[in-house]
């Protein structure tokens, strides 16, 4: 994914922010492959490709969806939880039976979106901390399949393990439906009403509700949609094991999704960013995994290594941005019109500013 | 849904009250359960076992209570107690003698984390979940790079005395666990700071650090401070753990969800400003009744998690309903420009 070109003014408008994603992600490939090769070997091999690109797709799925709730000022703490479930849903439903595999899927979508559903009614209706709900609806998810199951159940016909280990080239396909539920997502957020209501919400939701939109919905919404996307993360997991496995949760998943949105460059409080950056975001740390791996880092140090390199990118990514906001306030209440809006590819980044509506 | 139409000085105390009364009621009713269960929990030693195993998670409640309070979060905790608590086993190996210098050092090192979460986060303005994440990763890799994945050494008798022995010979109660005095004074001292200048600069920062900058609170330094006191707190927590259950590879795995649950459900509103400190200390003493009621109750220990996540979210759920009418995602952070004034006929 290269970025358009496009006016100079909108892509200095956009230096500090998805750009900036994209020339780390740039510097990491470099400086990972310039150590590999270092140590005698290279990076960008047949099998380091394919290792980098699975690693991408299982966690650019959750953040996806996590991008979504956290633009609208929320959080989901359960993704890992609900893709442990949606294993156990697909395998168990599936039942090795290619002709239900349609039936797995839908199942698996269904139940993830319900409790997508029932986040968004706690967060928005009960005014429950989003951090609290999800963490709570987390630990429900985990107490259920750590009473119901002991330990692998179900099976994935071999029909659908294809989606989870077949490839194209170097591309798997797991990836390549990951980058198309990316590029909706962009569109999502950049074309539909839906979309800007999601950035108002999480822009300042007091505002966006005295603007006449309904403050609940987006944020129902991307609580659906977040945990549907932690469904598919489920159903690539459930596809690549063949089998339903609850111990998918002890991964810390939402917090490497969570890393990955902000790396990507989304505002934490909401209202800034987009997919576009979380994809960037997305391929840093799966590549920063590929390094590792190939230099064959001791496990212990990889996350002294990962744990340091989050915090130093978004240090460096946060002193670019405040050095901007202090500039130029988000909703001024008067001045220059809004610059006409660029025209915007499919996959060019999305602008995450609520003053351009 | 009901709409704030003014905020005063007295809806927001009462709400404060709402909170810790929700807390009170919840932890007065498990009790009651306990008790109808297990008349004898009320008889001194039992009480005073669940006042010992409960004492590590209020000490670090207090500590993520100053964090939260300031309108961030510390996710390093578990992965700091359980650092320290290896730390400690690998230095002292053993040796009476070195306990105490020991326990100088792990103070030391709890300081130094604490001061790197904070400046990070205020310094270099990293979103504190992102920091604290951070941190626990390190934490967590280097602890075990160390050791070579499994701790090593062990403790002294002079070490674990602080978590698992206390003063003998109290009448009724029996034994006094210095568990218990440690969490009662850093409690006592919890509630004196938080009514001193710095406790109410680190309220105002909380609430909303624009306008507190302006007042003339040093918001970085007082956050900072609150940092690196929900640091020192997860070292006292390490020593209590330590001495009460000694060293695993798992010591403080998930205990900063835990803290955070207990801060949270005594009534501290994340997002800082609200909130106070008896009541996250009495959100710790629910969160640990509950465990015990789940193992009085002989309930399989893996649903205990399913219960904990629903009372959490109706406990929260309650108290929001009650006490903060506001929505909850209005934003704390940015000062109320004056010009927002004429908006208010709307609301209503």
């Given at each position: 994914?290269?970025?358009?070109?496009?006016?100079?003014?909108?892509?200095?408008?956009?230096?500090?922010?998805?750009?900036?994603?994209?020339?780390?992600?740039?510097?990491?490939?470099?400086?990972?492959?310039?150590?590999?090769?270092?140590?005698?070997?290279?990076?960008?091999?047949?099998?380091?490709?394919?290792?980098?690109?699975?690693?991408?797709?299982?966690?650019?799925?959750?953040?996806?969806?996590?991008?979504?709730?956290?633009?609208?000022?929320?959080?989901?703490?359960?993704?890992?939880?609900?893709?442990?479930?949606?294993?156990?849903?697909?395998?168990?439903?599936?039942?090795?039976?290619?002709?239900?595999?349609?039936?797995?899927?839908?199942?698996?979508?269904?139940?993830?979106?319900?409790?997508?559903?029932?986040?968004?009614?706690v967060v928005t209706r009960l005014r429950v901390n989003?951090?609290?709900?999800?963490?709570?609806?987390?630990?429900?998810?985990?107490?259920?399949?750590?009473?119901?199951?002991?330990?692998?159940?179900?099976?994935?016909?071999?029909?659908?393990?294809?989606?989870?280990?077949?490839?194209?080239?170097?591309?798997?396909?797991?990836?390549?439906?990951?980058?198309?539920?990316?590029?909706?997502?962009?569109?999502?957020?950049?074309?539909?009403?839906?979309?800007?209501?999601?950035?108002?919400?999480?822009?300042?939701?007091?505002?966006?509700?005295?603007?006449?939109?309904?403050?609940?919905?987006?944020?129902?919404?991307?609580?659906?949609?977040?945990?549907?996307?932690?469904?598919?993360?489920?159903?690539?997991?459930?596809?690549?094991?063949?089998?339903?496995?609850?111990?998918?949760?002890?991964?810390?998943?939402?917090?490497?999704?969570?890393?990955?949105?902000?790396?990507?460059?989304?505002?934490?409080?909401?209202?800034?960013?987009?997919?576009?950056?979380?994809?960037?975001?997305?391929?840093?740390?799966?590549?920063?995994?590929?390094?590792?791996?190939?230099?064959?880092?001791?496990?212990?140090?990889?996350?002294?290594?990962?744990?340091?390199?989050?915090?130093?990118?978004?240090?460096?990514?946060?002193?670019?941005?405040?050095?901007?906001?202090?500039?130029?306030?988000?909703?001024?209440?008067?001045?220059?019109?809004?610059?006409?809006?660029?025209?915007?590819?499919?996959?060019?980044?999305?602008?995450?500013?609520?003053?351009?509506? | 849904?009901?709409?704030?139409?003014?905020?005063?000085?007295?809806?927001?105390?009462?709400?404060?009250?709402?909170?810790?009364?929700?807390?009170?009621?919840?932890?007065?009713?498990?009790?009651?359960?306990?008790?109808?269960?297990?008349?004898?929990?009320?008889?001194?030693?039992?009480?005073?076992?669940?006042?010992?195993?409960?004492?590590?998670?209020?000490?670090?409640?207090?500590?993520?209570?100053?964090?939260?309070?300031?309108?961030?979060?510390?996710?390093?905790?578990?992965?700091?107690?359980?650092?320290?608590?290896?730390?400690?086993?690998?230095?002292?190996?053993?040796?009476?003698?070195?306990?105490?210098?020991?326990?100088?050092?792990?103070?030391?090192?709890?300081?130094?984390?604490?001061?790197?979460?904070?400046?990070?986060?205020?310094?270099?303005?990293?979103?504190?979940?992102?920091?604290?994440?951070?941190?626990?990763?390190?934490?967590?890799?280097?602890?075990?790079?160390?050791?070579?994945?499994?701790?090593?050494?062990?403790?002294?008798?002079?070490?674990?005395?602080?978590?698992?022995?206390?003063?003998?010979?109290?009448?009724?109660?029996?034994?006094?666990?210095?568990?218990?005095?440690?969490?009662?004074?850093?409690?006592?001292?919890?509630?004196?700071?938080?009514?001193?200048?710095?406790?109410?600069?680190?309220?105002?920062?909380?609430?909303?650090?624009?306008?507190?900058?302006?007042?003339?609170?040093?918001?970085?330094?007082?956050?900072?401070?609150?940092?690196?006191?929900?640091?020192?707190?997860?070292?006292?927590?390490?020593?209590?753990?330590?001495?009460?259950?000694?060293?695993?590879?798992?010591?403080?795995?998930?205990?900063?969800?835990?803290?955070?649950?207990?801060?949270?459900?005594?009534?501290?509103?994340?997002?800082?400003?609200?909130?106070?400190?008896?009541?996250?200390?009495?959100?710790?003493?629910?969160?640990?009744?509950?465990?015990?009621?789940?193992?009085?109750?002989?309930?399989?220990?893996?649903?205990?998690?399913?219960?904990?996540?629903?009372?959490?979210?109706?406990?929260?759920a309650?108290?929001s309903r009650?006490?903060d009418?506001r929505p909850p995602?209005?934003?704390?952070?940015?000062?109320?420009?004056?010009?927002?004034?004429?908006?208010?006929?709307?609301?209503?």
């Open positions: 994914m290269t970025p358009s070109p496009s006016p100079l003014r909108d892509l200095l408008d956009r230096a500090g922010t998805t750009g900036a994603v994209y020339a780390a992600l740039a510097g990491v490939l470099v400086i990972g492959s310039l150590f590999v090769a270092f140590q005698g070997s290279h990076l960008f091999t047949a099998a380091n490709t394919v290792d980098l690109f699975t690693r991408g797709s299982l966690l650019g799925f959750l953040a996806i969806g996590q991008t979504l709730v956290i633009l609208c000022r929320s959080l989901d703490l359960s993704v890992g939880y609900v893709a442990a479930l949606s294993t156990m849903v697909s395998a168990i439903v599936m039942a090795g039976d290619p002709s239900r595999i349609v039936l797995g899927i839908g199942a698996t979508l269904g139940l993830a979106a319900l409790i997508g559903l029932v986040n968004g009614l989003p951090f609290i709900t999800t963490l709570g609806t987390g630990l429900l998810i985990k107490g259920y399949l750590d009473t119901r199951f002991q330990g692998p159940a179900g099976s994935i016909p071999a029909e659908f393990q294809t989606f989870g280990l077949s490839r194209i080239g170097v591309l798997p396909v797991s990836t390549l439906v990951m980058l198309a539920l990316a590029v909706l997502a962009i569109l999502f957020l950049r074309r539909t009403r839906m979309g800007f209501h999601m950035y108002a919400v999480g822009g300042d939701s007091e505002v966006a509700r005295l603007s006449g939109i309904r403050p609940e919905i987006p944020v129902i919404t991307a609580h659906v949609l977040c945990s549907m996307t932690a469904g598919i993360a489920g159903l690539l997991l459930a596809s690549r094991f063949g089998t339903g496995n609850t111990l998918v949760y002890n991964n810390g998943y939402e917090l490497e999704a969570i890393a990955a949105v902000v790396l990507g460059g989304t505002y934490l409080l909401g209202g800034r960013g987009g997919v576009a950056g979380t994809m960037a975001g997305v391929f840093i740390l799966a590549t920063l995994d590929t390094v590792f791996n190939t230099l064959s880092v001791d496990p212990f140090v990889k996350d002294v290594l990962r744990g340091a390199i989050v915090i130093a990118a978004v240090a460096v990514y946060a002193r670019g941005r405040h050095g901007r906001t202090s500039v130029r306030p988000r909703f001024t209440s008067g001045g220059a019109p809004p610059a006409p809006p660029p025209p915007p590819p499919p996959t060019a980044t999305p602008s995450a500013r609520g003053g351009d509506r | 849904m009901t709409r704030p139409t003014r905020l005063s000085p007295g809806a927001l105390s009462s709400a404060l009250r709402g909170g810790t009364g929700t807390v009170a009621v919840l932890l007065t009713l498990i009790f009651l359960v306990i008790a109808v269960q297990n008349p004898s929990f009320f008889e001194g030693p039992p009480l005073m076992a669940f006042a010992k195993k409960a004492a590590p998670l209020v000490v670090l409640a207090l500590g993520q209570y100053l964090v939260i309070v300031s309108g961030e979060f510390d996710l390093s905790v578990g992965s700091l107690v359980g650092a320290q608590v290896v730390i400690a086993a690998r230095l002292i190996d053993g040796d009476e003698a070195s306990t105490l210098p020991v326990i100088g050092l792990m103070l030391l090192f709890g300081l130094v984390v604490g001061l790197v979460n904070g400046l990070i986060t205020t310094v270099l303005r990293v979103p504190s979940i992102i920091t604290t994440l951070g941190t626990m990763l390190i934490l967590f890799g280097a602890v075990r790079y160390w050791t070579g994945g499994a701790p090593t050494g062990a403790l002294s008798e002079g070490f674990r005395v602080f978590g698992r022995h206390g003063l003998d010979g109290v009448p009724v109660i029996g034994q006094l666990p210095w568990a218990l005095v440690i969490a009662a004074v850093l409690t006592v001292g919890a509630v004196l700071l938080m009514r001193s200048p710095y406790g109410r600069s680190l309220m105002a920062t909380g609430d909303n650090d624009t306008a507190a900058a302006f007042s003339g609170v040093r918001v970085r330094r007082v956050r900072t401070l609150a940092f690196v006191g929900s640091s020192l707190a997860a070292t006292v927590a390490a020593i209590l753990i330590g001495g009460f259950a000694g060293v695993t590879a798992q010591v403080g795995q998930g205990l900063e969800f835990t803290a955070i649950t207990a801060v949270v459900l005594g009534g501290v509103v994340l997002g800082g400003g609200r909130g106070s400190v008896i009541a996250a200390v009495l959100g710790a003493l629910t969160v640990e009744a509950l465990f015990t009621l789940f193992n009085q109750l002989y309930l399989p220990s893996t649903i205990q998690p399913a219960a904990q996540g629903l009372i959490i979210i109706a406990a929260v309650y108290a009650r006490g009418r995602r209005h934003a704390r952070r940015r000062p109320v420009h004056p010009n927002d004034r004429p908006l208010d006929p709307s609301r209503r």
